[in-house]
T-cell receptor, first 114, second 111 residues
C-alpha cells in the first residue's frame, strides 16, 4: 500500500514564476492537508481539502496561494508569483475520513526560490 | 489562536537513559494528541497518539501521558538508542482536523 506521494521532491523557481506542488493521498484516503515548514521550525497548517471541497483554508496566505483536490487526480498546491520567502518544505498529509483518523505525511516538496 | 509549546527545546541523553518531552496547549477543545518524529530532511512520522478519553498509552519503549485538566501531555522514551535522535513534535487538534504543531524538541542520544 503506497504511502502519500508528493512530487516533485525538489523544485527550483525564479522570483515571479509559478510553483505547482502535487500530492496523491494514500489509497482509500479522501482527506488531504497541506503544511509548510520553514528551516528550523515546526510545520504550519495551510489548508484542508476533501474531494472537490475546501474544508478549512485558515492557514493559507490571502494572496498568490491556492489549493484544489479535484474529483480525479492529485491535490495541487499552487503558488503564483513566488517570492524568496516562499522557500520552504511543503508537506502533504492524508487521512481516510478526517474525523478521528490520524494523518500520514508524504516526503514533502522542497521549494527553493532563486 | 491555539498556542502550543514544547519543553525542553533541546535534550541530550546517554544511550539507555530515559527522555521526557512535555507539550502544553491552550485550546481546551483539543481531543486528539499525537507525537511526530522527524529526522533531518525527512517527513514527520506518527509515533504515538492518544485521545482525550484515555490518560496514558504505551507502545514498547514509547509512552504518552495526558493531563487534560492542566492542558499538557508528555512523550516518554525509555532505554533510548542513537536512532531515537531526531526532532519531536507534538500536534494537538480537535477531531484530527488541522494539526497545530509545537515548537519542536531536538533529542540527541549519545552512544
Amino acid at each position: 500500500n503506497a504511502g502519500v506521494m508528493q512530487n516533485p521532491r525538489h523544485l527550483v523557481r525564479r522570483r515571479g514564476q509559478e510553483a505547482r506542488l502535487r500530492c496523491s493521498p494514500m489509497k482509500g484516503h479522501s482527506h488531504v492537508y497541506w503544511y509548510r515548514q520553514l528551516p528550523e521550525e515546526g510545520l504550519k497548517f495551510m489548508v484542508y481539502l476533501q474531494k472537490e471541497n475546501i474544508i478549512d483554508e485558515s492557514g493559507m496566505p490571502k494572496e498568490r496561494f491556492s489549493a484544489e483536490f479535484p474529483k480525479e487526480g492529485p491535490s495541487i498546491l499552487r503558488i503564483q508569483q513566488v517570492v524568496r520567502g516562499d522557500s520552504a518544505a511543503y508537506f502533504c498529509a492524508s487521512s481516510p475520513t478526517g474525523e478521528g483518523q490520524p494523518q500520514h505525511f508524504g516526503d514533502g516538496t522542497r521549494l527553493s526560490i532563486l | 489562536g491555539e498556542n502550543v509549546e514544547q519543553h525542553p527545546s533541546t535534550l541530550s541523553v546517554q544511550e539507555g537513559d530515559s527522555a521526557v518531552i512535555k507539550c502544553t496547549y491552550s485550546d481546551s477543545a483539543s481531543n486528539y494528541f499525537p507525537w511526530y518524529k522527524q529526522e533531518l530532511g525527512k517527513r514527520p512520522q506518527l509515533i504515538i497518539d492518544i485521545r482525550s478519553n484515555v490518560g496514558e498509552k504505551k507502545d514498547q519503549r514509547i509512552a504518552v501521558t495526558l493531563n487534560k485538566t492542566a492542558k499538557h501531555f508528555s512523550l516518554h522514551i525509555t532505554e533510548t538508542q542513537p536512532e531515537d535522535s531526531a526532532v519531536y513534535f507534538c500536534a494537538p487538534s480537535y477531531n484530527t482536523d488541522k494539526l497545530i504543531f509545537g515548537t519542536g524538541t531536538r533529542l540527541q542520544v549519545f552512544p
